[in-house]
């Protein structure tokens, strides 16, 4: 499988590292802080980089939890056998300090001709250096900026490396941020060959990992492509969520029993996950646990989309597009898995899939619209969300606005993610009478819906998109 979709990431990269050749600015040398899930590409995409630049490098990848004595001398052992003019310099050294070894970093890196210095999960290593932020500042303004070099600093926790550029942080102003996100669908229809729900069922099955694409054999089906995964327990597709919680959130601890409420059963309210978390979790516990899962961005709290604001009718789902099917659809198979039953593994996703993924597409479908809007004819749309009230009753999927809350809404709409029969006069009726208990909302709001087999023709509907248009929201 080549290089996909990283193209534009890639040129942004490659136009800071043009920056960092021609030289003539008051720093000769250029920082990025990139940051991304694991597993999403971001080691790929720094090698993709140093490969097609030729330029000589070193790839430093930090261990979590590892003695920072032996990753410092990992690092001078990194540089002493890399292809820096001068990376003899390091040769047997064991740096007492970051800041020293930052040092010998600077001294092999060339004066007058460029390089790339790779910095990998970075995050993992200044957590156990007490002010290593502050090292990581010195030796960038006094060593290392004064050499051509794009510095890439590479970690996936995400809410720390938003924090090395704080304000109130002393590398902050100093490097470029950029975020790696999961695979588009667009992505993943290119590499599985794919069009239309079968495109979208393969990046909600994949969660847009490309390890896990990478897998998909091109114009498989997505039953087939579960189906064959299913039959090793070490593909990609069974084994990324255990690795992602592993990562980030340590079992047994109360985050990942809350995580796997949301996930694996489905609950949205906070009192729906109280509940089903069990015993020794009380309110301010869960809030605390939501609140550790808000920071690792691996849950979203979604709030109704109205003329009025409304913050306690929150509705809780995964957030982190690796971990939404693995968590309904894969970890409650893995024990079949691992006893040698795949096909009783895929049974279970075939009966609960299309139930799944009528609300786990919902927030795809809104991504979407909010990409593709404004339009000409949806001008004032800068915001797709939707409603509902504490009842659930009823449950409005699309909300088109400018603001939250909204000054005017532009228009409500359905979405029926289903191929086989388009909207009928039946679902518009509905729509528009649910419709009308939406704050904001009158008899004059435009109606509009979401099916990938498009709508019977009906007078009541503004606008129809079907899976192919959405999937013109991603170059």
Request: net charge negative; aromatic share 4%; proline share 8%.
């Amino acid at each position: 499988m080549g290089f996909v979709g990283r193209e534009r990431e890639l040129g942004d990269l490659e136009a800071m590292l043009a920056t960092v050749r021609r030289g003539g600015r008051a720093d000769a040398g250029s920082a990025v802080l990139l940051r991304g899930r694991r597993r999403v590409g971001k080691s790929r995409l720094a090698t993709e980089l140093i490969r097609r630049s030729g330029l000589p490098s070193v790839y430093f990848q930090a261990a979590r939890h590892a003695p920072v004595e032996d990753e410092l001398a990992l690092l001078a052992e990194q540089i002493a056998t890399s292809d820096l003019p001068d990376a003899e310099v390091a040769t047997g050294q064991r740096p007492a300090s970051l800041t020293a070894a930052l040092r010998l970093l600077a001294r092999a890196l060339p004066q007058d001709a460029p390089a790339v210095v790779v910095l990998d999960e970075l995050p993992w290593l200044l957590e156990q250096l007490p002010g290593g932020a502050g090292e990581l500042q010195r030796a960038w303004d006094r060593d290392l900026a004064q050499r051509p070099v794009l510095l890439l600093l590479l970690g996936s926790d995400l809410a720390m490396m938003e924090a090395l550029d704080g304000p109130d942080q002393p590398f902050h102003g100093r490097a470029t941020p950029m975020v790696l996100d999961v695979l588009s669908p667009a992505d993943v229809a290119r590499m599985t060959g794919l069009t239309g729900v079968e495109a979208f069922d393969a990046h909600l099955i994949t969660g847009g990992q490309p390890l896990v694409v990478q897998e998909w054999e091109p114009g498989e089906p997505p039953s087939a492509f579960v189906r064959r995964s299913f039959e090793r327990a070490t593909s990609a597709l069974v084994v990324s969520g255990t690795r992602v919680l592993d990562g980030e959130l340590p079992a047994g601890g109360r985050p990942r029993d809350v995580l796997t409420a949301i996930g694996g059963r489905g609950e949205r309210t906070f009192t729906g996950v109280l509940g089903a978390v069990g015993d020794g979790v009380n309110a301010t516990t869960l809030t605390r646990a939501l609140d550790t899962l808000l920071r690792a961005r691996a849950v979203a709290a979604d709030e109704p989309l109205s003329a009025r604001r409304n913050t306690k009718d929150r509705r809780w789902r995964v957030a982190d597009p690796a971990l939404r099917f693995w968590l309904a659809m894969v970890e409650p198979a893995l024990g079949d898995i691992d006893r040698g039953r795949p096909d009783l593994a895929a049974d279970r996703v075939a009966r609960g899939y299309a139930a799944w993924r009528g609300r786990a597409v919902e927030p795809l479908v809104r991504d979407a619209l909010a990409r593709l809007l404004p339009d000409d004819r949806w001008p004032d749309v800068r915001r797709v969300g939707g409603w509902w009230p504490r009842t659930n009753r009823p449950e409005i999927d699309l909300v088109g606005t400018d603001d939250r809350p909204a000054p005017e809404i532009a228009f409500v709409g359905t979405v029926k993610w289903r191929s086989s029969a388009p909207l009928t006069a039946a679902d518009v009726t509905a729509l528009a009478t649910d419709a009308t208990a939406v704050p904001g909302v009158t008899a004059a709001t435009p109606l509009v819906g979401v099916c990938p087999a498009g709508a019977e023709p009906d007078p009541r509907l503004a606008q129809v998109w079907t899976a192919d248009d959405l999937l013109t929201a991603w170059p």
